[in-house]
């Protein structure tokens, strides 16, 4: 498979989807990110995160079938492409002292990515004003996670993965508390706890803080690369989607926020997620994405994925039916960040090292080799 082919298979994987047959485990049901989705492995070694769907959102969506096939761990999608389906890892089955099984404190995202959501809840669900494509509670609620999760408990799930040796970094997401640190304090003490055993790199996001000094205490307590995610590179979009993530952040608060986390973590590792079908101007988008790779701030282009339990659950995003458009546009991302000398896979810590809801290392790749 060429570099072309790769491109176009991962972005039809995140964007149509797949259905899997009865009985299979759809993927996690809430929390930060992309959710409802199975980690596989394209032809080129690197994870692909694809969405589940069934009956009617699998027509809109017009997803292919992926199937298990007599190979282990090795299954078929749309009847031509195989993927390598990733391994649940042993130490799922693990619990704390107080009974608290380990794959309710943290997940393997990707190959070899550790996440958590470390506080999962937020304080815009609180007011109202959540970002409309968020589970953040979900799986808090589900019984799927816990609601809080300890710096010990981490950092335990940490030494058992890497004792199993099933990963390569660690990363932590939080939900906003309504202290001003935007999280960033419960942040620096896990992070303490898990450089008390291990040298594993470790990214870390959250809302930019009023007081940049916090993002100073994050590097200084051991993380290696920061997200701090503007959602969407048009404004509008942004006041619409997340409002009161946009309400209490204006863009000048997070360039001000990003020139500070690089010079502290260095170019392309520290990043920021931007949503791609949510109605945003195409042009908008690419213009702030060049702005961002040229200074050195990652951006993870993903398209969005609705999610039950969401404000945007029965949304249908402005990519479904239009492949050749969105393959166009991440050739511009490929393009813009290997223009910018901005590989991915490069990155100390943080999502890319998963990759596993974006297309742009593959969009990298493929610019690479014009
Ligand atoms: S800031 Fe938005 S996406 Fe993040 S946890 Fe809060 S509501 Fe969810």
């Not at 950092?155 to 970094?169: F, P």
């Not at 223009?339 to 990155?347: A, F, N, Q, V």
Request: include cysteine; glycine fraction near 10%; charge should be negative.
């Amino acid at each position: 498979m060429d570099a072309e082919e790769l491109l176009a298979l991962k972005i039809r994987l995140l964007t149509q989807g797949a259905t899997l047959p009865e009985n299979e485990w759809p993927g996690r049901r809430g929390g930060a990110g992309p959710v409802g989705g199975r980690y596989f492995l394209l032809p080129n070694g690197r994870a692909c995160g694809v969405p589940v769907r069934t009956g009617e959102s699998a027509r809109i969506y017009n997803s292919a079938p992926l199937e298990p096939t007599d190979r282990k761990d090795v299954w078929l999608y749309d009847g031509a492409v195989e993927l390598r389906m990733i391994p649940r890892p042993r130490f799922y089955d693990l619990e704390t002292k107080e009974g608290v099984p380990y794959h309710k404190i943290a997940l393997l995202h990707g190959e070899s990515t550790l996440a958590t959501t470390v506080f999962q809840a937020c304080r815009y669900w609180s007011h109202g004003t959540q970002c409309k494509f968020c589970t953040i509670p979900m799986s808090a609620h589900s019984g799927d996670s816990i609601l809080e999760k300890a710096p010990e408990q981490i950092s335990e799930v940490v030494e058992a993965a890497e004792k199993e040796g099933v990963i390569s970094d660690v990363l932590l997401t939080t939900g906003t508390p309504e202290t001003p640190d935007m999280g960033a304090e419960r942040l620096v003490r896990i992070i303490e706890s898990i450089r008390k055993v291990s040298k594993v790199p470790i990214g870390v996001q959250f809302e930019p803080p009023s007081d940049e000094l916090m993002i100073k205490r994050v590097a200084d307590a051991g993380a290696s690369a920061v997200g701090i995610h503007i959602e969407s590179a048009d404004e509008s979009v942004r006041e619409e989607m997340c409002p009161g993530k946009h309400q209490y952040g204006p863009l000048d608060l997070y360039k001000r926020s990003w020139q500070y986390a690089l010079d502290l973590f260095g170019r392309g590792n520290v990043s920021t997620f931007i949503l791609h079908g949510l109605g945003e101007s195409l042009e908008k988008t690419l213009a702030i994405t060049d702005e961002l790779a040229e200074v050195g701030v990652l951006p993870v282009v993903a398209p969005v994925r609705p999610a039950k339990g969401s404000q945007l659950s029965d949304y249908v995003p402005t990519y479904v039916g239009h492949l050749d458009r969105s393959l166009d546009f991440y050739k511009e991302v490929g393009r813009i960040l290997f223009r910018h000398g901005l590989d991915p896979s490069r990155t100390a810590a943080g999502c890319h090292r998963c990759g596993g809801c974006t297309p742009d290392q593959e969009a990298y790749d493929w610019a690479a080799r014009q």
